[in-house]
């Protein structure tokens, strides 16, 4: 801690989900060590990332697969118990394992350029001081809704997936389903059983009958990295996979449960209309549109294109090398998070050793001109 009161570390890890994580098994495989040379920092009150807050009758078995964090297997999971449960437990034995010691729970509500080229982290909780951050913030806190005209005059309830914990509550209504990604299909599942349905997308949805091979993954991953490069706001890969067509999906769809709608043009107080007249009385429209990237407390830095997005060399921000995106736009699977914790960690490490490198330059150059060394912070 420096004179100010400001606790000084070389990298922050902004993030525990499977991006931090990995990111701090491999800080602490490079020699590392925690609270001392970096700290991870963690806004949820316990371990388990997004997982944490999904919702109860989402069941391992019925999640998309967790890929093992590095240097320690999951192992067997009840795949009838919920996934939120396996997956925090499961993030707290590996926390532990590896002595990460998450601070939690800590907003990180700004960084900022701070003296001697370094970042300052400022949280709820007090400022670190930090020559590189690796970001894995995610994008649960940002769940995305558009805007259609009327929607504030709606007087049934609306929600985001977000706020889903279960099909109960809204048993005998007519809930309509808004996207056309994996939770839009998972819910529909669900909520056919006590509820009346109806699915609106505003593309088409394309069901994958085949098996998901790794070249099919490889050019998913490889679009939305294209866009990244391009400074555009990163797309989903299951845009460009398609949704998965399992025996449950296609006995749903043979059975009419999943026929989608094209997405209404407005929203009345009853319900949801198209402009060729067609009117849809609704109790519940429920919001399967997604998240953004959490990435609002990166704003003083100035980071984001013209495109809205920011971008990146692999992990790296090219308007800032101290800056670090991992589990954002093509590593925000699971396994592309393990990945670019990996690759951050080598790119920081490369980093701070170019600091230090010239930090040795210019003392020995001092020191043959007679003069002080200056000041780097």
């Known amino acids: 801690m420096n004179e100010t009161g400001v606790r000084e570390v070389e990298v922050a890890v902004a993030g525990a989900g499977q991006a931090g994580l990995s990111a701090g098994y491999f800080l602490r495989r490079a020699g590392f060590r925690p609270e001392r040379d970096f ?45 939120a ?30 003296a001697g080229g370094r970042l300052r982290i400022e949280t709820g909780e007090g400022a670190w001081s930090a020559r590189a951050l690796l970001n894995a913030t995610g994008t649960w806190d940002r769940p995305f809704v558009p805007y259609y005209p009327g929607q504030e005059t709606f007087l049934g309830r609306q929600l985001h997936t977000a706020g889903y914990r279960g099909a109960a509550e809204f048993a005998g209504r007519h809930v309509v389903v808004v996207g056309g990604g994996t939770s839009a299909v998972q819910l ?26 790794e070249d099919w993954g490889r050019s998913a991953v490889a679009l939305v990295e294209e866009r990244v490069r391009a400074g555009l706001p990163p797309q989903s890969v299951v845009s460009v996979t398609g949704l998965a067509a399992t025996e449950e999906v296609q006995d749903a769809r043979a059975r009419g449960i999943l026929r989608p709608e094209p997405v209404f043009d407005r929203v009345t107080p009853h319900g949801v209309a198209w402009n060729d007249g067609r009117t849809l009385a609704a109790d519940v429209i429920l919001w399967a549109t997604g998240f953004r ?24 921000v090219l308007k800032d090398p101290r800056v670090h995106l991992i589990g954002y736009g093509p590593s925000a699977s699971t396994i592309g ?23 040795t330059s210019a003392a020995a150059d001092a ?9 780097t912070g």
């Not at 388990?48 to 078995?61: D, I, N, V």
Request: glycine share 10%; no cysteine.
């Open 293 to 316: 990237a959490a990435l609002d407390h990166l704003a003083p830095l100035g980071l984001r294109e013209p495109g809205g997005g920011v971008r990146l060399e692999g992990t790296r």
């Open 337 to 359: 998070a393990n990945r670019a914790g990996r690759t951050a960690v080598r790119e920081v490490r490369a980093l701070l050793a170019g600091g230090q490198r010239a930090r």
């Open 39 to 83: 700290v991870v920092l963690d806004h949820s009150p316990g371990a388990g990332g997004a997982w944490q807050y999904r919702w109860p009758s989402l069941t391992y078995g019925k999640a998309h697969r967790v890929h093992d964090l590095p240097g320690l297997p999951l192992g067997e999971a009840d795949p009838g118990r919920p996934s």
């Open 188 to 213: 529909l599942l669900e909520l056919a059983k006590v509820a009346r349905t109806t699915w609106v997308t505003r593309r088409p949805p394309v069901f994958r009958t085949g098996p998901f091979t």
């Open 85 to 114: 449960e396996v997956v925090s437990a499961y993030f707290a034995r590996y926390e532990r394992a590896f002595d990460l010691r998450v601070r939690r729970p800590v907003d990180v509500r700004a960084v900022r350029d701070d």
């Open 367 to 375: 020191v043959r001109a007679q003069e002080p060394v200056p000041a």
